[in-house]
Structure formats: C-alpha cells, structure tokens
C-alpha cells in the first residue's frame, strides 16, 4: 500500500514538475524561477537603487526641471540612471509630453523610445535650419510633438553630430514660439563623446575644423542647466582595470598601460575561456561571416524564429527594429546565443549574456508569457507574449534552452520590443531576445556588459573603438585583445579639449533661475582624472 502511494506521489511530481525537453536537460522553467525568486534588493531598507551623490544631484536638478547633460565613462551607470529619470519625467508631466530618444536604432529600442531623426520627422540632417523647419512643419506629426513637449531624452548624443543638435534646437524654438533654449522643452541628454562618434565621421587622424560632435554645437553650453560626469564605476571592480580603461579612454597608451596590457594577453592567451568570448569586429560583414560559418559548422538542424510585427507606424519603424532584433531567427543546438534585452538583471540574465543553446523545449512544458516583471525595476521586457503569439514566433512549438557562461540555465521566451511617440506604441516587434553571438559588432556591442570578449582591432578606423570594447569586459580576465596598434588608441583632440577647456572651465556655479524651463547656468562636478597633467605629458 505503502509502495502504491510513494509511487502515485512520483508520478504526480513527475507530471508537474516534468519539462518535456528534446533533449535530457533538466532547467528551470520561467513559472518555477517565478516561484522561487527572491525580491530583488539594492537598498535592503527600501529596495531602491543607493544613488551616488552624483546621481542625486542630477535627479534633483531633473525634479526642479533643468535640463541635464548626463556623462562619464563606460560602466557609470548614465543608462540606469536615465531610466529612471525616464520615470520621473512621465510622473512630473504627462506621460505624452515626455519623449524619448536615442541616437541610432539600437540605442532608441534600449530606452523604449524612438530615433532622434523618427521624432523629427526627418531622415536625413544634412541641411541647413530653415530646411529642417520646413520639413518638421510639413509634417503634422512631428511639429505636433515638438509642441506637446514638456520634456526630451536623448541617449547617446556621442553619435548625434552638431548640426542636427543644431537644427532641432532652432526648430523646436520656432515651432513652440518660444525663444527660450529648445522652446522651454527640458533636455536629459546622456551619452561619452570618448565613445563611438557621430556615424560617418571622420576616421582617426583625419581632423578638420567641421563641426562635428553635438558639443560643438553654438547652443551646447545654453541647452543646459547642469552638466555632470559621473565618476563612479559600477561595471568593473578591479582598481587597476579600472585605471587602465581610464587611460584608454582619454587615448593614453603609456609605458604603464603597454605593459599592463601585455601581462593581460599573456594570462590571455593561455586562458580556455577565450573559448567562450565574443568576438568583436568593427565591420558587419565579418560578423555575419563568421555567424553564418560557425552555424553552419555544426550542421545541426536549425529551427526557425519569426518576428511578429504590428503598430500603426510599423512600416516606418521597420528599419529601427531590424537593429534591435532580427525578424527571423535561426538557431541550432551548439549555437553561441547572447541576450539582447535585461530579462533580470538580479539573475545576471542581462543584456549582452552570453551562453549556448543546450536544449529546445515544447512550448507546452513550460509556463510561458508569466515571467513578473514587476520585481526587476530595471527589466526591459515591454510585455508578455500572449500563447498564441508564442506559437507563431516558434513555429515548430520549441523554445531554446540557453546555458549560460554564468552557469544558470534558461528557457528564453519571446519579448517585445516597442517604438513609442511620447507614449503611443506606434510599433511593436516580438521575437526571442537573442542573437548569435560567435561575433558582433562594435556598434552592436556599445551600451552592453559582456563577460568574455575577445576582438581584433586590426581593422579598428573610429575614434574610441578601442575604449568602446575594452569597457564592455567586467573584468581583465575577460577580455581578449589582438591586433593592437597603440597609435590607433587616441581620443578626438576636440573631445580631449571639451573635457578640458569647456567643461573644466564651467565649475562655477552661476544663478539658478527660477523658470522651469529656461537655459540656465552651467555647473559641473569635478573631473575625476587630470587632463592638463595628462596633455601636457603626452608622448
Ligand atoms: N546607483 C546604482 N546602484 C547600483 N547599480 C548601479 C547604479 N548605477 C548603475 N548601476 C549598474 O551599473 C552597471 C552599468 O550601468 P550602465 O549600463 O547604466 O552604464 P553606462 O554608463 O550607461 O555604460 P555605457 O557607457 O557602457 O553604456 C549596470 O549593471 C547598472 O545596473
């Protein structure tokens, strides 16, 4: 009788708890880690992020509706900062008056926002002010939201050039009536210039008096009430990684850096776990050619993800998601995968995770589309997929098990990708949040914290390239290096002075005005690295 009961009880835990795989691996399915997870803790008293006084005081300024120029080097924190911001921003005004943006497809997808040029209404900034009025007042949605707007976020202004800083600036003064700076619209514009600059600019050593970055811009210092560089790390913790990208990042490569460097590819070059890194190219056709062959070295059967796509301005918005996230994915047990959202950034399931598909499960054996959300403030999942969405993305009813290189195991349901107008969806992409990730690109790879990375910067001709995927690694063990040219690790010479001379010399605090949206007086915290000390010893 005895025997009975043990053995009904088995099955019974069996049917429950069973995932069906393909495959014989066991993982957690997306409704048991809901059940198991712990809430999520920065602050153990109220569970909210601990700012730094740096990013208190650009919260506070952003609370009395100035505009912020938010900076500092990779790791910061400047995204996570931003999003919340974000929120306070939809909190302080209307949600629709609050619009966000970033400068290239990828960017915009990451802050759930909208392109520069997609809330202009523009596509192209090569043309002179009066133009671009034109154009904006011709199109009746974008001089719309230039006059609905209380507030505008613009990430990563490092790829954003002058002379569309320059222009936007000039018609939303126009378009508002208002000859306050941008209009009274309050600016939150985050970005490094020492990272990727504008696209098409000019390649290393090739300077000229063009204006090029937004800085340059005749209304920089004006936009801005406050412009402040966090000097906090957060994504590195080794002291003299941290040094060492520091000097990267202002283009010094000395006797101390080389032979940091050379000690970092000799323990490299011995270490298995190159094995598992990403390679970085600066040019996509190499991506895409050693995806394709690695995919296609494993000769495993691959199954098929399609995207679905929806929202009134999808047509348009197309070009924007086919950055984020591809519309058909092919994927193969064996393929190298990596996270192209935060799925939950208390697990380490963080954009840029990498690992391998171990498994393919059945839709049907694992709780899918009720991952919370609410938990994981940071998560960037828009919202859940519904089943039946689920069946179209997957269509052979399989969902990929990734293992990854954090040694966590996971079912990766789809997740939507949304392009918002203020706070209209106006388009909307699900598909899984994964892409292959044998290799990447530079671009691709800005923004993201990758455990192992590994890059041949032979072929490296932007400024701040070097410093881009050198900062992604958390630490020296991973991070793989080849083909280092050190007369090709410099910082833009404009860049180098705006830190200096600009910036620098705006310490001192002039009065605040009292309008809630008017330029005011340019602030900034102290430097955390001494740039004149630096010039002046430059080899
Ligand atoms: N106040 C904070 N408390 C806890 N973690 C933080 C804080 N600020 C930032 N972080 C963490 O620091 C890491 C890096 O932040 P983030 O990606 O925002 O940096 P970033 O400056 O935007 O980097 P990049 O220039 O490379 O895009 C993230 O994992 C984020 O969660």
């Not at 970085?280 to 494993?298: A, G, H, I, T, W």
Request: a positive charge.
């Amino acid at each position: 009788m005895m025997g009975i009961r043990l053995f009904a009880a088995a099955i019974i835990v069996y049917r429950k708890f069973s995932t069906k795989s393909i495959g014989k691996i066991s993982y957690e399915s997306p409704k048991k880690v809901y059940k198991s997870r712990k809430k999520k803790s920065y602050d153990d008293n109220n569970n909210k992020p601990k700012w730094t006084d740096q990013q208190e005081k650009i919260i506070d300024a952003v609370k009395r509706h100035k505009s912020v120029f938010i900076t500092g080097s990779a790791g910061t924190g400047k995204t996570f900062l931003l999003n919340h911001i974000i929120k306070l921003l939809r909190k302080q005004y209307k949600p629709s008056q609050v619009f966000v943006t970033g400068s290239t497809g990828v960017v915009a997808c990451a802050i759930r926002g909208q392109t520069l040029h997609s809330f202009a209404g523009i596509h192209s900034h090569k043309c002179d002010k009066e133009d671009m009025l034109r154009c904006v007042l011709l199109n009746r949605k974008a001089s719309s939201r230039f006059r609905t707007a209380k507030a505008l976020v613009i990430d990563e202004i490092s790829m954003v050039d002058a002379q569309l800083f320059e222009n936007l600036e000039f018609v939303a003064r126009k378009i508002r009536g208002d000859d306050s700076s941008w209009g009274g619209i309050q600016l939150v514009v985050s970005g490094d210039f020492f990272q990727l600059p504008p696209v098409k600019s000019k390649r290393i050593g090739d300077d000229d008096d063009d204006k090029q970055f937004a800085f340059e811009a005749d209304c920089w210092d004006s936009s801005f009430a406050l412009q402040v560089e966090l000097t906090k790390v957060y994504r590195q913790s080794d002291p003299q990684f941290i040094k060492f990208l520091q000097n990267i990042r202002i283009g010094k490569l000395g006797e101390e850096e080389e032979e940091y460097f050379k000690r970092l590819q000799s323990s490299a070059a011995m270490d298995s776990k190159a094995m598992l890194a990403v390679q970085v190219y600066p040019m996509n056709k190499d991506v895409s050619r050693v995806n394709e062959e690695r995919m296609k070295s494993l000769g495993d059967e691959a199954f098929v993800f399609k995207a679905i796509d929806s929202g009134s301005d999808i047509k348009r918005c197309r070009k924007q998601l086919d950055q984020a996230t591809p519309s058909e994915l092919s994927l193969c047990l064996g393929a190298r995968v990596m996270l192209t959202k935060n799925l939950n950034t208390w697990r380490n399931f963080v954009n840029g995770a990498t690992g391998e598909i171990v498994d393919f499960s059945r839709i049907d054996a694992v709780g899918v589309g009720d991952e919370d959300k609410d938990e994981d403030e940071d998560i960037d999942t828009d919202s859940n997929t519904e089943e039946k969405d689920i069946a179209t993305i997957c269509q052979d009813g399989l969902l990929p098990v990734v293992k990854f290189d954090s040694g966590k195991t996971k079912v990766i349901e789809p997740v939507t990708w949304q392009v918002k107008d203020g706070d209209n969806i106006v388009a909307e992409r699900k598909q899984l949040p994964l892409t292959l990730a044998w290799a990447t690109s530079i671009h691709k790879c800005q923004g993201k914290t990758i455990d192992f990375i590994k890059a041949d910067l032979s072929n490296a001709f932007e400024y701040g390239m070097h410093y881009v995927v050198m900062s992604r690694a958390k630490s020296p063990e991973g991070l793989f290096i080849t083909g280092l040219d050190p007369a090709k690790i410099k910082a833009h010479p404009k860049v180098l002075c705006f830190h200096e001379k600009k910036l620098a010399s705006e310490k001192d605090e002039k009065p605040e005005e009292d309008s809630t949206t008017a330029p005011l007086a340019v602030s900034r915290t102290k430097f955390h690295f001494s740039l004149s000390e630096f010039l002046q010893n430059r080899p």
